[in-house]
T-cell receptor, first 117, second 116 residues
Framework: ETGVTQTPRHLVMGMTNKKSLKCEQH?????MYWYKQSAKKPLELMFV???????ENNSVPSRFSPECPNSSHLFLHLHTLQPEDSALYLC????????????????FGPGTRLTVT | AQTVTQSQPEMSVQEAETVTLSCTYD???????LFWYKQPPSRQMILVIR??????QNATENRFSVNFQKAAKSFSLKISDSQLGDAAMYFC?????????????FGQGTRLTINP
C-alpha cells in the first residue's frame, strides 16, 4: 500500500462518453500530479497541483480537465476522447518542498488503464 | 528544456550477476536531482535510488548503486546480485521544482529481464 489510490483501475469508454478518474492520497502531501504513460513513450507529465493550485499544464488538450478540490484528492475529467488517448494514467503526490529538502519523493498510485473505443 | 535519454530499450541478465543500465540527460542547471524508478508488471512506480547533483559521492541502496558523472551528464544504475524480483521497467528521471512541487522528466525506460 503506497498511500496513493486510483479508481477505477480499468476503464473502457467510447469517444462520446464523459468519465472521471479519481486519485486520493493519504500521506498528507500538498502536491499532486497526473502522468500519461503510452506504449513506447516516456511518461508524460500532464498536470501539477501545488497547494490545490495548478502550477503546470503541459499543453494538454482541453478534452482532459483536471480538478483538485483539496490536497488529498485529484480528478481527471475526460470528455470526447480519441483512440490515441488510450494509455495508463498515473497519479502521484509529494510533499511541498524547498529546493534543498531531502524528503521529496513522489509516490505513485497504481494507475488507471484507459481504453478509448 | 531538460531531456533524459535511456539508450537501452531492453536488457537481460543472468540471476545473481551484475547489470548496468545507462542514462544520460541534458540540462543547463547546476543543482538538481536524479532518480531511478522501477515499474514492475503490477505497474506501481517505485523509487529505487536518488542522487543529488551537488554530491560527488555516488548513491547506494543495498544492491543498487549509481555511477554519477556530472560533467558527462551520465547517471547509470548498477544492480548487483540480480534477483528475479528485479525484473521490471526502469526509468531514469530528472527533477526540477515548480513552486514547491516537482517536475519529473522521465527517460523512455529500459525493460530488464532476469534469466534464472
Amino acid at each position: 500500500e503506497t498511500g496513493v489510490t486510483q479508481t477505477p483501475r480499468h476503464l473502457v469508454m467510447g469517444m462520446t462518453n464523459k468519465k472521471s478518474l479519481k486519485c486520493e492520497q493519504h500521506l498528507g502531501h500538498n502536491a499532486m500530479y497526473w502522468y500519461k504513460q503510452s506504449a513506447k513513450k516516456p511518461l508524460e507529465l500532464m498536470f501539477v497541483y501545488s497547494l490545490e493550485e495548478r502550477v503546470e499544464n503541459n499543453s494538454v488538450p482541453s478534452r482532459f480537465s483536471p480538478e483538485c478540490p483539496n490536497s488529498s484528492h485529484l480528478f481527471l475529467h475526460l470528455h470526447t476522447l480519441q483512440p490515441e488517448d488510450s494509455a495508463l494514467y498515473l497519479c502521484a503526490s509529494s510533499p511541498q518542498v524547498a529546493i534543498w529538502d531531502r524528503d521529496y519523493e513522489q509516490y505513485f498510485g497504481p494507475g488507471t488503464r484507459l481504453t478509448v473505443t | 528544456a531538460q531531456t533524459v535519454t535511456q539508450s537501452q530499450p531492453e536488457m537481460s541478465v543472468q540471476e545473481a550477476e551484475t547489470v548496468t543500465l545507462s542514462c544520460t540527460y541534458d540540462t543547463s542547471e547546476s543543482d538538481y536531482y536524479l532518480f531511478w524508478y522501477k515499474q514492475p508488471p503490477s505497474r506501481q512506480m517505485i523509487l529505487v535510488i536518488r542522487q543529488e547533483a551537488y554530491k560527488q559521492q555516488n548513491a547506494t541502496e543495498n544492491r543498487f548503486s549509481v555511477n554519477f558523472q556530472k560533467a558527462a551528464k551520465s547517471f547509470s544504475l548498477k544492480i548487483s546480485d540480480s534477483q528475479l524480483g528485479d525484473a521490471a521497467m526502469y526509468f531514469c528521471a530528472y527533477r526540477r521544482l515548480i513552486q514547491g512541487a516537482q517536475k519529473l522528466v522521465f527517460g523512455q525506460g529500459t525493460r530488464l529481464t532476469i534469466n534464472p
